[in-house]
């Protein structure tokens, strides 16, 4: 009996905390409480025992590797609960992580059939699902044991790529090559294909735990038009968005900004140039190639730095970091765009200055937003 409701406990924690995730206005719907961190853990009573249950029970990992991943977890937590996780802390933990160990004695081994593995061995054939979580429900389902995660060097002096080893149900070794990649330098965690970890559109900047995108993310295809916007504050964004646009060389262009909250766990910033193709009157497609700007942004809270972004050419900039959330009212976004021509600067800056404080030096302009 007890184990039966501890299952059930176990499945709404999980149900909610996915509510709480994807959708915080209807996690505030059900339980009359805002989706913030301690809320979660209080709605769902059990859900720091069914975490650690997941990650770090099971013999799912090994203890080497589960030493840093609750070291990680811890300084995540932190940085979600409070915003304030030591600057350096989690690439010191990153650092932890050995390099080039591959050989290994098997470990034990578990064939129990977990509702997960079930679940898994459902969905990984599903062509709806992305190849790169495909790929991880298929490993799941087989059986993960004593997982080791390390590094290997690359052919790029200071670029590391995660790799992970472990035994599947039937005793046998597996190797897993991951294709993200950790830069010792800059610390940042990025996929291959500049495409984002695992092909998901993202990276992460891990000393300010700061997401943003690579240029070459899925989203780029779907272009932007009004109902992203719609369909986000909906469901999990609280955001000012300035849409400022422009002609130029006979193009219709978009600069669009945005500042706000997100999932009610970050802080986020955005820009993206958009342009319009002939006979579109609604759809803007993302600008590529020769196209694409240089951008740079920082975001700020009441004064307070919350982050910073910066890349050569790109089509969309972004920043997000977890913590206790600023209204979008209360926060600054100091930015800069080198466009292609001073010509295409100076359309901008003629109509961006209806929004915000505008300054042009040649194909240049520094702006701020409030």
């Not at 989706?35 to 059990?46: D, Q, V």
């Amino acid at each position: 009996m007890t184990d039966i409701s501890f299952f059930i406990k176990k499945v709404i924690a999980i149900i909610l905390t996915i509510i709480a995730l994807i959708s915080p206005n209807l996690f505030k719907l059900i339980t009359g409480a805002p989706a913030n961190g301690k809320n979660i853990i209080f709605y769902t009573e059990t859900y720091p025992e069914v975490f650690t249950e997941l990650l770090f029970t099971n013999d799912i990992f090994e203890d080497s590797t589960t030493t840093i991943a609750k070291k990680l977890v811890t300084a995540v937590i932190v940085q979600f609960m409070t915003g304030e996780m030591s600057n350096g802390e989690a690439s010191d933990i990153v650092d932890l992580v050995p390099i080039g160990d591959i050989e290994r004695v098997p470990g034990a081994v578990h064939t129990s059939n977990t509702l997960s593995k079930l679940l898994a061995g459902a969905l990984k054939d599903s062509k709806l699902i992305p190849e790169s979580i495909r790929g991880f429900l298929i490993t799941w389902s087989e059986g993960i044991n004593d997982l080791h995660v390390f590094f290997r060097h690359t052919e790029y002096d200071g670029i590391l790529e995660f790799m992970g080893s472990y035994i599947n149900d039937k005793g046998e070794l597996k190797i897993i090559v991951t294709g993200a990649y950790y830069d010792t330098e800059s610390h940042i965690v990025y996929g291959k294909d500049n495409n984002g970890i695992f092909g998901i559109g993202y990276d992460c900047d891990i000393d300010g735990m700061v997401i943003t995108s690579p240029p070459g993310a899925w989203m780029k295809q779907f272009g932007y038009n009004i109902g992203y916007d719609i369909l986000g504050n909906l469901l999990f964004m609280e955001c000012d968005t300035v849409r400022v646009k422009f002609d130029y060389d006979g193009t219709k262009w978009m600069v669009q900004f945005w500042k706000g909250n997100y999932t009610s766990y970050a802080n986020g910033a955005e820009i993206g140039l958009y342009y319009l193709k002939k006979g579109e009157w609604l759809n803007y497609t993302c600008v590529d190639g020769d196209d694409m700007v240089a951008l740079e942004m920082e975001l700020y809270g009441k004064d307070k730095l919350i982050l910073s972004a910066q890349t050569e050419k790109h089509w969309w900039i972004c920043g997000f970091q977890p913590g206790p959330t600023f209204k979008a009212s209360d926060m600054t976004v100091s930015a800069g765009i080198t466009f292609n021509s001073e010509g295409m600067a100076e359309a901008f800056a003629k109509k961006a200055s209806k929004y915000m404080s505008v300054v042009s030096d040649g194909a240049a302009v520094s702006l701020e937003w409030k």
